[in-house]
């Protein structure tokens, strides 16, 4: 096994290694050569969703949600400063069901704002409803022992 976290790249879908001494510098996709941890929210598709889910080594939690849905969009601000706070340690993305209902259906989402937890291609835990930054800090950091800013 090759050395360093695989981490998949939001932009390209190219699965990348990181030693972990290096997640704090900024990794760039081998690739694409776009930044793999950005403590912002990434957007997935399909491709990216399924890579990054199924086998990333650094926790990755996603938000499945659908530009109607209000309680979704109120809480992408939250959201935001989540993937702020828990950057390098964990990656928080979003994925658009209206644009990949089929994804949505596959991971058994009945209603959104819905947030898995993934980490090593299995899913840790699942928290349904819109939630304040904290609590999703809490609660990747209640399954996962990352630290946050
Ligand atoms: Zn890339």
Same mark, same amino acid.
């Given at each position: 096994?090759?050395?360093?976290?695989?981490?998949?790249?939001?932009?390209?879908?190219?699965?990348?290694?990181? #030693?972990?001494?290096?997640?704090?510098?900024? $990794?760039? @996709? /081998?690739? *694409?050569?776009?930044?793999?941890?950005?403590?912002?929210? =990434?957007?997935?598709?399909?491709?990216?969703?399924?890579?990054?889910?199924?086998?990333?080594?650094? #926790?990755?939690?996603?938000?499945?949600?659908? $530009?109607? @849905? /209000?309680? *979704?969009?109120?809480?992408?601000?939250?959201?935001?400063? =989540?993937?702020?706070?828990?950057?390098?340690?964990?990656?928080?993305?979003?994925?658009?069901?209206?644009?990949?209902?089929?994804?949505?259906?596959?991971?058994?989402?009945?209603?959104?704002?819905?947030?898995?937890?993934?980490?090593?291609?299995?899913?840790?835990?699942?928290?349904?409803?819109?939630?304040?930054?904290?609590?999703?800090?809490?609660?990747?950091?209640?399954?996962?022992?990352?630290?946050?800013?």
């Amino acid at each position: 096994m090759a050395d360093g976290l695989r981490l998949t790249c939001t932009t390209c879908g190219q699965a990348n290694r990181v #030693p972990a001494s290096r997640l704090t510098d900024s $990794p760039k @996709c /081998g690739s *694409c050569g776009d930044p793999l941890i950005t403590g912002k929210v =990434a957007e997935l598709d399909a491709t990216s969703h399924d890579k990054a889910t199924r086998g990333d080594d650094l #926790p990755l939690l996603v938000d499945y949600w659908a $530009p109607w @849905c /209000g309680p *979704c969009r109120a809480m992408a601000p939250e959201f935001s400063r =989540a993937a702020q706070a828990l950057a390098p340690h964990a990656r928080l993305a979003k994925l658009n069901t209206e644009d990949f209902p089929a994804i949505s259906q596959r991971a058994g989402i009945r209603g959104i704002p819905a947030l898995i937890l993934y980490h090593r291609g299995k899913e840790i835990a699942r928290l349904a409803g819109a939630r304040p930054a904290a609590e999703i800090v809490a609660f990747v950091q209640s399954k996962i022992p990352v630290s946050a800013r």
